[in-house]
């Protein structure tokens, strides 16, 4: 790979971190070929970037971006996934690709300029994704005016009971 190659990488890959909200490294030693086809197709469903690098280019790559603190502890062979949207979307797919392949493990990660270590990336896989929290916070925000409606419309109806009970009573005496 000459020069000119390794810089575009470099820019590329710089751009991305750039943009990304969260970045975790991944260790990908002994998977074959056809499962790594399958963990990018999977990560490119999410609006994940998904790219294994030479660690010297990531480190030059990830300076002077939210991701730096990788930076230090890029060492053996690894990928980077990078996280645009929804980091918890990340985080679900390459845990429950981790569960499926013995091979693929999560190293360690950051989140908006916080390293995470290889258990707070699965901790963050547990938690409810975007859409999830937003119907949710939805459902919250709805519940208080039906909860105010149906408190009135009690009210009325027990009203129209009490008339009721008046007319009948005035009507059998």
């Known amino acids: 790979m000459n020069r000119q190659d390794k810089a575009q990488i ?20 002994g998977m074959t070929v056809e499962e790594m086809t399958q963990l990018r197709a999977k ?15 990531a480190r030059l790559a990830l300076n002077d971006t939210d991701h730096g603190v990788l930076s230090e502890h890029l060492k053996e062979n690894c990928a980077i996934a990078l996280g645009y949207d929804d980091p918890v979307a990340l985080a679900k797919a390459l845990a429950d690709f981790a569960k499926t392949n013995k091979k693929f493990a999560m190293r360690y990660g950051t989140l908006e300029g916080q390293f995470l270590d290889s258990d707070a990336v699965k901790e963050l896989s547990k938690m409810p994704s975007k859409p999830e929290l937003l119907s949710s916070l939805l459902g919250t925000m709805q519940a208080v005016p039906r909860n105010f409606v149906c408190l009135f419309a009690n009210i009325e109806r027990k009203f129209l009971y009490a008339l009721t009970a008046i007319k009948e009573q005035k009507e059998a005496a």
Request: overall charge negative; hydrophobic content about 45%.
């Open 10 to 29: 470099i820019e590329q890959l710089h751009e991305k971190a750039s943009r990304a909200s969260i970045a975790v490294v991944t260790d990908f030693k």
């Open 43 to 57: 990560c490119f469903e999410i609006g994940v970037d998904y790219q294994v690098v030479k660690n010297t280019l």
